[in-house]
Structures are given as structure tokens and as C-alpha cells.
């Protein structure tokens, strides 16, 4: 009789393979966002239409930055997760929700500064700016929920299912950065 | 002391009684869920195909108004793509084979697994209460725009449709994760990835096109959700949309989904070829490939259904070159089938006969098919009936035929008694009657004029008599779905015990009893060949003091880990439920309760992960 | 010249001509839609060119993956399909793969052929 425990496990968990295919779902759903904006904007010359400002560059490239920086806790987290170390993996995740948090709390106003500039019920310009950027705060907001439950699960000690957890949300975030970077640069696009 | 298969027993088997149903996570229970709610659907939209071959079984009909017809063709094509071909062949067949074929004891989310059934309920539950509300989705399957605004479309129709199909793309984006981590993890030892039935490159093929065909379509409806309800512009030209932008995302969608539909049954005819035929499928190798291929390169040809929309011809000669080239994988499956069917002994028991039958619909409807890929052709036969014939020569020929003739192959496996034999054979003979009076006319009725969706017409353009055929040619096809389920359903109680293999199958699901314990194997069979059942036994592991069963690397199949399983929960249909009330909410735009009942939705998934299946 | 990896080889002989196969088609197709819609025929697209380059990058790209799966075929050719990993399932891949890159190669020459002789803006 044969038995070979999880930490010799040489495949990714099975945990990890579901969120693997769960993002290329959700990326195939910013692709598709990504080829409707495109789409419309081939159908009108002036784009953004007139009465609508350009988007603006600066602040959202920092937020990206900010938001990509943060990606390196997440990725510690999965690290000391592995090594069993509780403590370092709750600091690292709450650090990244901090700074993630903070990214998502400047995006939200940025959002409703644009809503009182242009409205999504004007244009088509507007209705696809704000789904798409609108679609990535939500992914943004489901990632902090992710940590702040692993944080709390956490107290209760570290088992190999809250490993695979961690080591899921930590993928999670990388495509999520992955796809900010994607999304920033088409919604700064008529400006670049 | 006890015996291994009763300590598996008291491990794995589930609570008894309606709680245990509601609670189960077992796939095969779960496959048979899914079994029996996607006949009820199957009925529902056969009793519908039958409403609409009366109404237009002759000139001027008057059985139903054209708003009921336009729901009643609508809800034909919905239940039927959505509702039942889908979840029978990936949910029943899919679920309930796929750990047996890989030797495993369960799949690899089996509380996913439950979910997706209960979502499933509810999103069928949610059309069709649309449709016995009279405010059914009506616009055609594909609901086209600006047929689907509000300005056209002012009730809470095309709002079911959306809501529905984003409901339904959940439990089955669910489904297909599931299978592919099953897949790729679940397997016995020793089953490397040249080692998988053929069944399950099938069922991969399906599960990774699903995983990237159905986003298209939920950001699809999701825009037109958002522009019906919230006045936002993508598909109005006015507001700077473009209507075209609703068919180049439905097809991104809709044309992988035909493959999707197909696949399965071409993995079902390639289960049952080599135990009929008794030998093992001719070039292995390409018929696997060939099933991935078709998926890939059915990612390729959307736009075919878009040639007459006046893009230019520069940008639509891409997808013409593609749809000829997608025929080639399918051409080299069927030639495999034949010549393993001639190479062998063939037994011609009614499976073999459905896969007989399937061949034959499949080379007629493939051969419409490619006529479409020519441009000109397409333009002069969009949307009149050749076009009906096609597809339905498809769906009902080489998707149901394959489906029909699983359900006899495997319900001895599944039931532990065999079919009636002879009555299975008239019950082939008359559906494929049925089915070719039905249809083939629809070719000829479509050369002639005869346009799509139409809920009556006159007298005079020569198709009267045509029409009648199909209308006798339905209800025969009826009659003969009508004989294959009262033998399933007397053989169930009256037939003679099967044993565990009365077919001589070579797949794992046949090495173990009819019907298979609660934990499938009591030992987790080595394997190296796609057909174990037939090599000699190898030794394997026993993992019977634990809910457990094993998991292999990807790509080899070395024993890796023991993986600890989930018992039954009720948080599966807790969520169902919540989501269901969440689609209702949306539906009835109070978007805060939807919003509420989002946040209870997310809470039932934190109740869900704080019981970890180690923990016993 | 130092042999490749033949896990690499069995990967690219599989994948890389169905990628540029899709990159002829996706490329393409958009690149034709542009330069046929009123806001973007002034970013100087020319179809034919890009068509070409498209199809000899891709049929080169091709014809290497081909190359790849049949010298694995050849490595393996005393195996059989269902022989034990990873030398059986190499053999599996490449025997699929040497006629899938056939099929994907064909594909975009025909695909340049119909691109190129109907390189125009007129409704289909």
C-alpha cells in the first residue's frame, strides 16, 4: 500500500489548477472587453466623442504602480505559507490588503470623478469605459475579500487546504495585476 | 475485523432519503440529477418542436398566435442547446462516467460538482417561468439586435433570456473547471496522457472550450442587460454602438458551442465503436488530437454566421478558409470509426446501431455544413430552412442519436439490468425514420424559398406537401423517443441482471459492479493502456481507511498524492438558491436586494471553505 | 548544434503552428476590418502587406513545429502510442501532432490565397 503524503507532492495542487482555469475564464471576460472597445472605437473617428474629455494619464499610472508593488507581499505570502510560517503570511496578505485597499479606495473616487465629467448613458464611449474599468475594481475588490478571509482564517493555525488557499489568491493577484496593466493601457489609450 | 469494501462503505456512503439527494455531493448521484431533470427539459422542448411542426404542418396555420410561436421557437432552440444537450452530455454522462473511466473515486470538486447541478435547476426553473408567464424569451435563440432592445422588445422577455443564459453559463463554467482539474489530476496511476480514453479527450476538448467560449457570450448579454436596463449605448448605432458588435460576441460564443455539442458525442461513439467492433480504434492518436482540434479551430470560423451582414469581403474570406478547414478533423474520425468497425467483428446490438445511425445523419449534415464555408452559397440559403436542416441533422442526428444509443450502452452499468434487446432495435429503426422524414425535406423546402421562423405561410410556393411530411415525420420521431423510454423504463424494473460487464467494455467503468459502489473502486487500479479492461490486472492501491481517493502528476500519471474528499454539505444548494434569488432581483431591476443578496451569496462560500475535508 | 529538449520539442511541435495558424487568422481578419471602417482607414494599414508577412512568418514558424514533432516521431518510432511515459507519450503528441501542423499549414495557405485575391473593402 502506497501513500505519499501532500508535502512530497511534486504536481500543483488541485486548488491551484481550479483558480488556474477560473482566470483564464476571467481573462477570456477582459478579452472580449478588451475586443468591444477596440470594435467601437473603429466605427467613429473621434474617440473619445466630443464633449467627453481625454482620459488622464499620470495618477492612474502611479495607482498601477502602486498596484503592481503590492503584488509582492502577495507572492511572499504564498512563499512563508509554504514554509508553514503563520505569522509571515498573515503580515505579508494584511500588508497587501492595506496597500491594495488604498489602490481601490483612489480608483473608486477617480470612477465617480468621471461619472460627474461623462455619463455611460451618453455615449458608447462612455458605456464601454466604464464597464471595463468598472469590471476590474470589482475583480480588485473579490482579490481583498480573498485576503481578508485568509487572514482571518489563519488565527485558527495553517493546514494544507489554507496553504493551497493561499497559494490560489496569490495566482489570483497576479492575474489580476496582469490584467491592470492590460485594462490601464487601453483606457488610457486615446491619451497615449 | 471488517472487509474492505464495508469499511469503504461506512466511509463513503451518504445519507439515505431525500436529505441525502439534497446534500449529496456523489457524481454519480449528482450525474443522475442532471439525467433525469434534462429529460424533463428534453420533453419540454419536444413538446414545443411538436407544437411548431403542427402549427406549420400546413398554409395559414392557427394553433398559435405569433407572439406564442415566437416564444414557442425561441424556448425550442433555448431548452434544447442550454437546457438539455449540454447538461446531458457533459453533466449526465460526463459526471457520472468521467471518475469511473479514470479510475478515481469522485471528481475533484465535489461540492463544486453539487453546485453546478442546483445552478443548473435554477436557471431552467428561471426561463421557464418566463415562458408560463407569457413573457418568454421570444426573439430567436440568438436574439439578435435591435430585435432585442426595448424599443422592440419592451417586456421582460429578452431580460429572461439574458438573465437566464448568464445563470446557465454559471453552473456550466463551473462544471467545466471541475472536469478539467479532474482530468489532469484525477487519474489512476499509470494513466499518462496517452493512456485516457477517448471519452475523456472528448470531454477535455469540451470543458477548455467552454472555459473560453462562454465569457463572450455572458459580456454579450451583460451588454445588453446594461443598455436595456441602465440606457447604456454598445449596440445602438445612435449612441455610437455598433450592432454588429452583438453578433461578433454571440458567435465567438455560438459557434464553439456547437462544438461543444458535438464533442461528447463523438466521444460516446468512440466509447462504443471498439466494445461493439471488439478491437481498439484504428490511429488512436488522431482520433484524440482530432477532438482537440476540432475545438481549437472552431474558435476560428464565427463569423460564417455574419456573411451576410455586408462586411467586406477582405475581412470575411479569413473564416471561409477556416470553416473548410475544420471539417478535416471530423473527416478523419469518421474513417477511423469506419474502418474500425469493418476491421473488426462488429456486433450490431442497438448501440452500435445509434452510432450507425449517427454516422450517417452526421455525414449528411456535415455535408450542408460545408457548403456554407463557400460565400455565395451561404448568401443565398441564410435563413430559410436548408439552413434548419443542417443544423438539425447536427444536433438531433449526431448529437441526440449518440446520446440515445449511450443511454442503452451504459444503463446496465448504471441500473445493473439489461435493455430489452429486440424493442431497442425497432426503437432505433423508427427514431432514424422519423428523424430523416422530418428533416431531410427541410432541405428542399429551404432551396425553394422557405424562410426560418416563420410562424405560418401560404399557399402556393410548393411547399405545402414538404412541411406535411416533416409535421408526420415529427411525431413518428416522437413515437420512436416515446419506445426507446418505456424499454429503459420496463427494463429497469422487468430487465435481466447485467453482471458488471455484459459488453465486454475496455474502460475502467466496466471493471467494477453494476451499479458501482458508493466509493467506485476498492482498489485504485494501476493502468497502461487507454483500454484497462482488457489488459491483464495490475496491482494498485487500496486507500480505504479515509475518505480518500488518489491524485497523479499531469502529464505522466505517477501517483502523487492522497487526496482527502469532501462528505455531503448542504452549502451547494443554499448558494444555488441565493444566486437564484439574486437573478430574480436583477430580473425586477431592485438592484440593492441583488446587491444584498450578492453579500449573502459570498457569506455561504465563507461557511462553505471552514469545513476542510482533512478535518473529517 | 545542441539538441533541444525533447519536452520542448514535443510542446512546440504540438502548439506552434495552430498559434500561427490563430495569429494569421486574428491578426488578419483585424487588420482587414480596419482598414474598412471609417475611423481607422487613416492608420495606414496596407492588407497584402500584412497578409504576407502574416503567412510566411506563420508557415516558416509551421513548418519548424513540423520539424520538431517528426524528429520526436523519429526518436520514438519503435514505440508504441500507449508505451509508458514520457517516451510513449512524446511518441502520442508527435504522431498527432505531424498531421495536425499539415492540416494548420494547408490552412494558411489557402487563408493567403482567399486573403490576397480578395483584398477589398466591398461587401461581401
Redesign the interface.
Known sequence: MTSVPYTERSAKPNGWWGMAVFVATEATLFGTLIGSYYDL?????H?PPPGVPDPKVAVPLVLLAVLVAASVPVQLASVFARAGRVGATQLALLTALVLQSGYLAMQIHLFVDDLNRFSPQDTAYGSIYFTLVGVHHAHVLVGLLLEGWLVLRLFRGITEYRTVGVRATAFYWLAVNVLAIAVTIVQLSPSL | MRSRPERLELIWAERPGLLGWLTTVDHKRIGLLYFFTTLVFFAAGGIEALLIRTQLAGPNGKVLSPEAFDQVMTMHGVTMIFLFVIPMTTGAFGNYLLPLMLGARDMAFPRLNALSYWLFLGSGVFLYAGLLMGKGPNCGWFCYTPLNTKEYDPGLNADFYALGLIFNGLSTTAGALNFIVTIFKLRAPGM????MPLFVFAMLAVSLSLVFALPPLTIDLAFLELQRQAGFHFFDVAGGGDPLLWQHLFWLFGHPEVYIIILPAMGIATSIIPTFAKRKMIA???V??AEL?VA??G??VW?HHM??T?????????????S??VV??ST?QIYAWLFTVNLGRPEFRAPLLFIGGFIALFVIGGLSGIMFAA?PFD?ATTDTYFVVAHFHFIIFGAAVFPILGGMYYWFPKVTGRMYHERWAQVSFWVTFVGTMLTFFPMHIVGLLGMTRRVYTYHSGFGWDAYNFVETVGAFILAAGLLIIFANLLWSRFRGAPSGPDPFYGGTLEWATSSPPPSYNFAVIPTV???YPNWDRAEAGVALDHGHETAATTV???RLDEVLKMPAESGWPIVLAFAVTILFIMLLTAHVVVAGIFAGIAGLVLVAWHVHEPAEG | MRRLHPELLQWYGLFGA?LA??AQ??V??GV?????????R?WGLD?VTWVIVLTVVGVAFGVLAEAAALSILFETRQLG??????Q??R???A???A??NV?FL??ML??AV??L????????
Not at chain 2, 192 to 195: A, E, G, L, V, Y
Not at chain 2, 313 to 319: R, S
Not at chain 3, 81 to 86: C, F, L, T, W
Open positions: 472605437r473603429f466605427r467613429t473617428p474617440w | 499518462s496522457f496517452n493512456r488512436f492518436p488522431l484524440a488530437l482540434l481549437f479551430i474558435f476560428g463569423a456573411f451576410t455586408g462586411l467586406p469581403v477582405g475581412a470575411l474570406i479569413f473564416f471561409a478558409a477556416a473548410m478547414m478535416i478533423p478523419i460565400i448568401q497502461s493502456s487507454p502529464r505522466d500519471g | 495552430a495558424w490563430a487568422l486574428v488578419g481578419f482587414a476590418y480596419a482598414d474598412c471602417t471609417a475611423a481607422s487613416h492588407v502510442y500507449a508505451d509508458a511515459p514520457p510513449g507519450r511518441h502520442f503528441f504522431y498527432g501532432a498531421l495536425g492540416l494547408t490552412g489557402i487563408t482567399g486573403a485575391s480578395n483584398a477589398t473593402c466591398r461587401p461581401a
